[in-house]
């Protein structure tokens, strides 16, 4: 009753929220995530402790990001989804740099999982910030492959750049010589 409810009118049963929540967890787990993210009526110290209890370990993530603990979340990921792909979209998501960091610290312990980090930067900042970190006896798989892409990367990137940085000279100098 309360699903198909909630399916017709969000706002009529919200004061049953935090039961479907419950209710969704023990009974049709598929569909807790999706009501996670449509209502915002249940208490969501109350849905994470039974997400804990029942272990749904997405829907924690879910909430733990709601509940402003990001890098709690992204350990979940890490550690327990054991997918580095995911990782990486909720702190590109997130565009916080302490969590990226976080996210680098955790890869350092596993060689498999620095290189995603490598995969997924587009020659900015942050593969420096992987490549300068990542221990000398550190065998990492497919590193040259992930750095030639890194250094193409960059050049792609710094060439429109350059394009860009001489053309605003060109009209800075212009304005300039208009303002005489």
């Known amino acids: 009753y309360l699903h198909t409810l909630f399916e017709q009118d969000t706002n009529a049963g919200k004061k049953y929220h935090d039961l479907q929540v419950q209710l969704y967890a023990e009974?049709?787990?598929r569909l807790l995530l999706p009501?996670?993210?449509s209502s915002q009526y249940y208490n969501l110290n109350k849905a994470y402790d039974v997400c804990t209890r029942l272990n749904l370990v997405k829907e924690k993530v879910y909430l733990l990001s709601q509940m402003g603990n990001a890098k709690e979340a992204l350990t979940l990921?890490?550690?327990d989804l054991k997918n580095m792909k995911v990782a990486m979209e909720f702190v590109?998501?997130?565009n916080d740099d302490d969590?990226?960091?976080e996210l680098i610290n955790q890869s350092l312990h596993?060689?498999?999982m620095i290189g995603v980090p490598?995969?997924?930067t587009m020659g900015d900042i942050h593969s420096m910030q992987v490549i300068n970190r990542i221990p000398k006896d550190m065998p990492v798989p497919l590193l040259r492959d992930r750095l030639v892409k890194v250094i193409t990367d960059y050049k792609t990137e710094a060439s429109p750049r350059e394009g860009c940085n001489n053309i605003l000279k060109v009209c800075v100098s212009a304005k300039d010589r208009s303002w005489h």
Request: charged share 15%; net charge negative.
């Open 35 to 37: 009501f996670l993210h």
């Open 99 to 101: 969590l990226w960091n």
């Open 77 to 79: 990921i890490i550690n």
């Open 92 to 94: 590109m998501s997130h």
């Open 27 to 29: 009974f049709e787990p």
């Open 118 to 120: 490598l995969d997924h």
């Open 110 to 112: 596993n060689p498999d």
